[in-house]
């Protein structure tokens, strides 16, 4: 919604600043300049990045606009998930999640956490960390090292997309160059029949490189860096399983290591601790109450 809100914003205050200016607004109409610069950017952006980027790149731009991927309630869930999975580690040992862990879709302990399963990629790497743990006999400093290069891969993949699409908002000032040379180029080949129109063509061409910053600076760029800090936050319900996890390894008991974790979390999504303890003495607190 912040996304088309901006966008909005950009685009009355240029038009509107343009027209109280006592522009005219036909003057800006030149589709074949956006077709050059646009269609340009495009293909450039399709030749740079392979087709899984480029689904990665259309679907974040569609996950912009229905919010964020985890709420403050995701968390609770999360956190809530920790600390059930950290009591059945405590009452039964590692041993005890092996069956959790190698089904975690039939699990009692998972499966009360029907919003956390959708998220495949997130309980795949909770399971896959709890197989090391339980058959790994890791110390704390060599999971670490191990869950900090997993992470930090999945941190560089989820920010691919939004790369991906600020590269190609960068090069659309150069299209928009491109644009006006060809506009000064087809007004030079008019000179020596028709000079009545130089003026529209001269201003045809100068409207190329204006849409050419426009979009870069207005819409795309933004666009980017908007999905770059939502993959950035996404991260962080990872980064909150590796510390609850490690934080349980070094002997802390359930509640101490789901407060590591939950220290992680931004503090706009972040529970407050005594919402969490509230929601862990509640009926949510499954096999770890």
């Avoid at 293909?43 to 740079?48: D, H, K, Q, S």
């Avoid at 392979?50 to 229905?66: D, N, T």
């Avoid at 400093?141 to 900090?148: K, N, P, R, T, Y």
């Amino acid at each position: 919604m912040l996304v088309m809100v901006g966008s909005l914003i950009v685009l009355v205050c240029v038009l509107g600043g343009y027209l109280l200016a006592h522009g005219q607004l036909l003057a800006l109409w030149q589709p074949y300049e956006f077709m050059i610069i646009f269609g340009g950017a495009l293909g450039a952006f399709i030749t740079a990045n392979p087709s899984k980027v480029l689904k990665a790149a259309a679907h974040e731009i569609g996950a912009l606009f229905k919010g964020p991927k985890y709420r403050k309630e995701d968390f609770v869930d999360l956190l809530s998930l920790l600390y059930d999975i950290f009591g059945v580690m405590r009452k039964d040992g590692l041993l005890g999640m092996e069956s959790h862990v190698e089904d975690p879709y039939a699990s009692t302990v998972f499966s009360a956490y029907p919003r956390l399963l959708r998220e495949h990629h997130l309980v795949e790497f909770i399971t896959d960390c709890l197989r090391l743990i339980i058959g790994g006999n890791m110390e704390p400093q060599e999971l670490e090292a191990l869950l900090d290069a997993e992470v930090e891969t999945h941190h560089a993949e989820a920010e691919v997309p939004s790369q991906a699409v600020i590269t190609m908002a960068d090069s659309l000032p150069g299209f928009g160059i491109v644009a006006a040379v060809l506009g000064i180029v087809t007004t030079m080949a008019n000179l020596s029949s028709d000079t009545s129109e130089v003026g529209a063509h001269v201003a045809g061409a100068l409207v190329g490189t204006f849409l050419g910053i426009l979009l870069c600076y207005g819409f795309i760029g933004p666009l980017g860096a908007a999905m770059e800090a939502r993959a950035r936050e996404d991260g962080r319900a990872f980064e909150c399983v590796k510390v609850g996890l490690l934080a349980n390894l070094r002997g802390y008991n359930p509640k101490v290591s789901v407060e590591f974790a939950r220290k992680v979390l931004s503090a706009n999504k972040r529970p407050t601790f005594q919402d969490l303890e509230t929601h862990l003495k509640g009926d949510h607190a499954g096999a770890g109450a």
